[in-house]
């Protein structure tokens, strides 16, 4: 499985976009990027996925360039309650992969 | 449904005591993980399960431990002879199928070993 290298912590106020970048160079032809969000004593939240370009929900966007050694979270106009750990995780896609491996996370601080 | 239910939320223990730790998956969901996470880092894999054989155990997993899922619904894990360093958030997921968007997480168990 790929490795990841994210900032440790970012800090943003009410309203700003967030952008948090992770690399990951090893990444392989068959590996997803996936994105999973953590608050304090909860368990991780699965936030997006995505293989290549552009993806979108209702929470964030994920983009990735073509060589696909980076992927961008981006996170529109948050709020307070979007103070969190943000985990990039790459590795096999959904219906292929069993397991997951976190890195340290980028620790996300949104003030007023 | 309710998500991914862990019980007890909080145990604390004496060093050389046995805790077990209960996980209730989403009901249609085959795959049960565990994860054991520290402060300031990622949750760190232990165990899975498809439906009620466990199919992969990770070196983090000494002897002391064990994992079970009789009749591949609910899943028991049990630390024997706790230590200090056993002191951890132990986190329980379940999936239908792959590890992708359908990995759900309870809130876990947080052990402190005295």
């Known amino acids: 499985l790929a490795k990841t290298t994210q900032p440790i912590s970012m800090d943003s106020y009410e309203g700003q976009e967030v952008n948090i970048t992770c690399s990951h160079n090893?990444?392989?032809?068959?590996?997803?990027i996936t994105w999973y969000q953590q608050f304090p004593s909860q368990g991780p939240r699965f936030i997006i996925q995505?293989?290549?370009t552009k993806v979108t929900n209702e929470v964030a966007s994920l983009f990735i360039p073509a060589d696909r050694k980076s992927s961008t979270l981006s996170l529109p106009r948050v709020s307070l309650s979007d103070t969190a750990v943000y985990y990039c995780?790459?590795?096999?896609?959904?219906?292929?992969?069993?397991?997951?491996?976190f890195g340290s996370g980028t620790r996300l601080l949104v003030r007023p | 449904d309710t998500g991914v239910s862990q019980n007890p939320r909080h145990k604390i223990t004496k060093r050389g005591q046995n805790v077990t730790f209960r996980c209730d998956p989403i009901?249609?969901?085959?795959?049960l993980y565990w994860y054991r996470q520290t402060l300031g880092q990622g949750p760190e894999f232990l165990t899975y399960?498809?439906?009620?054989?466990?199919?992969?155990k990770s070196r983090l997993l000494s002897d002391r431990f064990s994992a079970e899922r009789p009749k591949g619904s609910f899943s028991t894990l049990e630390i024997q002879r706790t230590e200090q360093g056993d002191s951890a958030m132990y986190l329980c997921?379940?999936?239908?199928?792959?590890?992708?968007?359908?990995?759900?997480f309870g809130s876990g168990t947080r052990l402190t070993v005295v």
């Open positions: 995505g293989y290549k």
């Open positions: 399960f498809q439906n009620e054989a466990q199919l992969e």
């Open positions: 997921a379940s999936s239908l199928g792959g590890a992708g968007r359908g990995y759900t």
């Open positions: 995780l790459v590795g096999l896609g959904m219906d292929s992969s069993y397991k997951l491996i």
């Open positions: 009901s249609e969901h085959n795959r």
């Open positions: 090893n990444i392989a032809t068959n590996d997803y």
